[in-house]
Nanobody, 125 residues
């Protein structure tokens, strides 16, 4: 069974950092591009960042630049999202996804084939 599992979420204070992990099983994640999305309560899911299959190319949504970093370790079948200087507005469920499509200029959730169940990130003092 092919699946993605996110981990690393939790409750943090403003200004803190987190590194989220997305581990694939049942398929070779290195054959796919990957992306991270988040959804706050009552809001639509939004894209954060994406990374090509080799890890050479990355795309960060403009509003997320400076605090979010996406990376991957294909030997471990894992994609990461590092978030620094967390703010209360970063609170939400973070999802990873994998698919065959990648662009240096945009990210679209409907183009991804595999999805994780999400991990909760809560930022509050």
């Amino acid at each position: 069974q092919s699946q993605l599992v996110e981990s690393g979420g939790g409750s943090v204070q403003p200004g803190g950092s987190l590194r989220l992990s997305c581990t694939a099983s049942g398929f070779t994640l290195g054959q796919y591009a990957a992306g991270w999305f988040r959804q706050a309560a009552g809001k639509e899911r939004e894209g954060i960042a994406s990374i090509g299959s080799t890890g050479t190319n990355t795309y960060i949504v403009d509003s997320m630049k400076g605090r979010f970093t996406i990376s991957r370790d294909n030997a471990k079948n894992v994609v990461y999202l590092e978030i620094n200087n967390l703010k209360p507005e970063d609170t939400g469920v973070y999802y990873c996804a994998a698919g065959s499509w990648y662009s240096d200029y945009e990210i679209h959730d409907y183009l991804y084939k595999y999805w994780g169940q999400g991990t909760q990130v809560t930022v509050s003092s």
